[in-house]
């Protein structure tokens, strides 16, 4: 290894790689670049990561050869979670990276909560040299990954970089999960020749269903005298909404989506809002009075079907994109396998050939769904001094933050309230961060969206006790990224879920409660505007500076722990 200049030169075998530096000068092309260029190649828009000794030097070489935007997270959990937030938001894989031993084990609960979810994204993870076996953070990766759900790809050696990046990314993507690709530390700065190309992704759309079992099914649908056309979040693709509406007029059946596809339907007059626990009481008649239900990419979980409840004797027709993806919590009349605007498409011709006349269930005008939340407010009850109401607050916030707006919650008694309070425009635009029941994970997704959302306002709901695990030192990089993201902080002094525990039972909450905090200070210490409200001009308050903002905001939302609804 000769030194030329002060600049290192890599010899292997009989060749030698080159490359030109930004004055002009030769340097060694080395793995750490490839795989910057091979992430460029594989669509990376953006990244998310903490760097440390094992990623330093391909993030510096992303950030400063290809200007890819970076957006350094104070937690490694908190950089993967802004992957999925970024990947629920854009629909796009997202791209995270971090270093080795610690940092994994840090971002296991992130790693997880994305492949509950079944959200694609690449995590870029360094790993330490196989030969130091005292490595004071060497760990068996693999197993930790495996423990996950993720997947894992090895980056095997210099010669296989762009093979293995692509690899990860085709998982990703095909089996819809997060995927490890485990970077060892000793080979960034060997000699790398291997070349990227773009990376072409498989087609995965599922063809439309034949035979006998569509036959049985659209012979379901044409007999059907109050259908419900159901959407999950394996359908809220523009051809597929576009598809179900037209199908849903032929037959004239109402609308439905799941919680995690809100807002697919909106301005149809048929739209009936989420179809489960948080339904609108006029959507719920509707769902009791239904014989039918055609559900398109919606795997029928007990939170849709309400244990059950809303589906018990009705003749129930699943459509999902893999066949894996019939298996559920509950067992349909008919299960096809199929592409959902193919499918809808299909059986808008077949039933039209066969001049099936329509329901009738949808005629006429459609049912008027007003916010359940604006409509408790309305009641205005009276709060103690010092605390205010939790729906009066967030309707009123509601009317104020933009309509095209992204919605993200952490998880607590507050979220469903959240939910019903700030309804969206599109699914895209509902960041879900429960699939691991985990708290603590709201603020590092709504980061991720609001990168993904260019200039759209993101809403981010937390409870106090969840903000303080995972979100409080992410203002920081809210501040630093300058995003327009609203964090409502539902503040009283408790954990929730085990208030109620204690309360439920008459014992003393007293080892739920963790102290009242200052959020807005906190917020302003970090550079953020804050706001506490504390009363119902205190609300007025928080209204004005979201119409004013002009960056990170928070808002302090001072509740009683004794008086926080959940629906």
Known sequence: MDQIAGIKEWEQKDWKVWTLSADGQKKTRTVHDAVAEALIACGTECLFGLIGDANL??????????????????????????????????????????????????????????????IPMVLICGDTPPDNLQHLQKIDQRELVAATGAGFVELRKPETV??????????????????????????QWEACSAVAGKLRMPETRAPAPTGTDLDEALGIIAGARRPIILAGRGATGKEAREALIRLARQIEA??????????????????????????????????????????FGASLSRHTTESG??????????????????????????????????????????????????????????????NVIAEAA??????????????????RLNEVVPARRTVATDLGR?????????????????IHTAHFAAIGLGLGEAIGAAIAARGEPVIMV?????????????????????????????????????????????MNPALSMIGSRDFAAIARSLGAAGVSVQSEADIQTACDAIRHRSGPLLIDLKLDANDVPMR
Request: charged share 20%; glycine share 10%; hydrophobic share 45%.
């Open 57 to 118: 030097f391909m993030v510096d070489s992303l950030v400063r050869n290809h200007n890819v935007r970076y957006v350094p997270a104070t937690h490694e959990a908190n950089a993967v979670l802004m992957a999925i937030g970024y990947a629920q938001r854009t629909g796009r894989t997202g791209v995270a990276t971090i270093t080795h031993g610690p940092a994994l084990t840090n971002a296991m609960t992130a790693l997880v909560e994305g492949a509950k979810g079944a």
């Open 162 to 187: 762009v093979d293995d990046i692509a690899t990860a990314f085709r998982r990703a993507h095909l089996e819809r999960r997060p995927i490890v690709l485990n970077m060892r530390v000793d080979l």
């Open 254 to 295: 109402p609308l439905a989506t799941t919680l995690k596809a809100s807002g697919l339907f909106e301005g149809e007059s048929w739209n009936l809002g989420i179809f489960g626990g948080l339904s609108h009481p006029a959507t719920v008649e509707l769902i009791m009075q239904s014989d039918c239900i055609i559900a």
């Open 309 to 370: 409840s809303f589906v018990r004797g009705k003749r129930i027709v699943q459509i999902m994109q893999r066949a894996t993806d019939l298996v559920s919590n509950v067992v349909p009349t008919i299960g096809l396998v199929g592409d959902a605007a193919l499918t809808a498409d299909v059986m808008c011709e077949m039933l039209r050939e066969a001049e099936i006349e329509p329901s009738g269930f949808a005629s006429g005008e459609g049912p008027k769904l007003a």
């Open 378 to 395: 309305e009641k205005k009850r009276v709060s103690a001094p010092g605390v205010v109401d939790l729906d009066t607050a967030l309707a």
């Open 414 to 430: 507050f979220c469903t309230t959240a939910w019903l309070a700030f309804p969206v425009v599109g699914p895209e635009r509902f």
């Open 462 to 506: 937390a409870g106090d006790g969840g903000f303080m695990l995972g979100g409080l030192s992410e203002i920081a990089t809210a501040v630093q990224e300058k995003l327009d993201l609203i964090m409502v902080i539902c503040n009283d002094g408790s954990y929730g879920a085990e208030h109620i525990q204690f309360t439920n039972r008459a």
